[in-house]
């Protein structure tokens, strides 16, 4: 198994089997150009995730709309309490679910696309509170990054609140 890598070349969820078949205990982690991801595993299960907005199953969900980065497994380390109860191929699929689901707006986590809040707006739209704030924190020019920090959101969380509000037409992705 190679202990370092690129994303590029060798998918998040092939990297965990890797690691799962070999029983490995240690800490994965992802950087990518702007964000580090850690999963720790004992004896080839997940244990524990931390990503940037979000710690534990939020994280994994966080870490599989990464697609970019290098990746290091390094062993011999002090692991952190347990926080994931799923086993590794139930938080394989539900990564995979939610890369799929995030399609639409990972980019805006991942790359280079922004977000513009939209100035014809029709009559008669609900939103959430959550989706409000997002909304106003995004008119007011503050990035992606300091909206999720300020309202302590996972990107998981931010991509579907994201989708919800392109749906009613407040945002477009450009």
Not at 7 to 28: P, R, Y
Not at 143 to 166: F, G, N, P
Request: hydrophobic share 35%.
């Amino acid at each position: 198994m190679p202990t370092k890598g690129n994303l590029k070349d060798f998918k998040l969820e092939e990297v965990i089997q890797m690691i799962t078949a070999g029983k490995k205990s240690g800490k994965l982690e992802i950087n990518s150009k702007r964000r580090r991801y850690r999963i720790y595993f004992k004896n080839g299960e997940i244990l524990h995730a931390s990503a940037p907005f979000s710690n534990g199953e939020d994280a994994i969900k966080d870490v599989f709309l990464e697609e970019n980065g290098v990746f290091e497994f390094v062993q011999n380390i002090v692991l952190p309490p347990k926080t994931i109860n799923k086993n590794t191929m139930e938080v394989i699929f539900n990564g995979m679910s939610v890369r799929e689901e995030c399609k639409e707006v990972k980019e805006v986590f991942t790359g280079d696309k922004k977000i513009q809040v939209s100035t014809n707006v029709g009559d008669n739209i609900s939103i959430s509170e959550t989706e409000w704030k997002i909304l106003k924190r995004l008119a007011e020019g503050k990035t992606l990054d300091q909206i999720l920090e300020e309202e302590e959101l996972s990107y998981y969380k931010a991509c579907i609140i994201l989708m919800k509000i392109i749906k009613k037409g407040l945002i477009k992705i450009t």
